[in-house]
């Protein structure tokens, strides 16, 4: 495998982070509106009102909730209370919390976006000990980390990172020709897969 070098590569990283922390953002400002409604009696209608898709509030908003009671559509956010989530959200509390304010602060957000395979360990472990939570809990939160660090929201700006970089060989084997393809309407047409060299499911950046 050879090192990916471009001259340009902070600037391409700093430009995709610059993208990808919008919908990071907005989702974890909802995911803390969802704490505050279930633990501060905050108002059902404000998670409705919020200004991020359905989709997405939905599918935020499902991952607390039990089976038999999650949402189907916008007009049932007044299932959103303690008795119908999991158990362990209120167990996990403050770890949510903490989780929220963690990923508010952009430089804490970059630095799990954008951490290198070499650091990706101890950003990790530097995330975990400030949620402050067992291997347990940490295993039942990280699916609601891994909905506000999404990594299918890369697709977004794949083919413009691709183009960028520049590469027509592949950086794993150094033998096969990879190209990067847009019409001349914008069209994204093909590009070389990215590979996240981590189980996805399981390290959340």
């Known amino acids: 495998m050879i090192k990916i070098v471009h001259s340009n590569l902070d600037n391409i990283a700093e430009k995709y982070f610059k993208n990808i922390k919008i919908k990071c953002n907005e989702r974890t400002e909802y995911l803390k509106k969802n704490l505050e409604v279930i633990f501060n009696g905050g108002f059902h209608e404000e998670l409705k009102k919020y200004p991020l898709n359905g989709h997405s509030k939905k599918s935020v908003s499902n991952l607390l909730l ?20 999991h158990a362990w959200i209120a167990t ?38 400030y949620i402050n939570v067992d291997d347990a809990g940490y295993k039942l939160i990280l699916p609601i980390i891994n909905k506000i660090i999404d990594y299918s929201l890369f697709d977004n700006f794949a083919y413009d990172i691709s183009s960028e970089l520049g590469y027509n060989t592949c950086p794993y084997c150094n033998r096969i020709y990879i190209h990067t393809v847009i019409d001349k309407n914008k069209k994204e047409i093909i590009r070389p897969t990215f590979d996240h060299f981590f189980h996805k499911l399981i390290i959340l950046y």
């Open 66 to 85: 039990l089976p038999d009671n999650k949402l189907q559509d916008q007009d049932n956010y007044n299932k959103l209370v303690l008795a119908n989530c």
């Open 92 to 129: 996990y509390r403050v770890a949510l919390e903490r989780v929220t304010n963690y990923l508010t602060n952009e430089d804490n957000l970059k630095a799990l976006i954008l951490c290198s395979p070499e650091n990706a360990i101890d950003t990790e472990n530097g995330f975990k000990n």
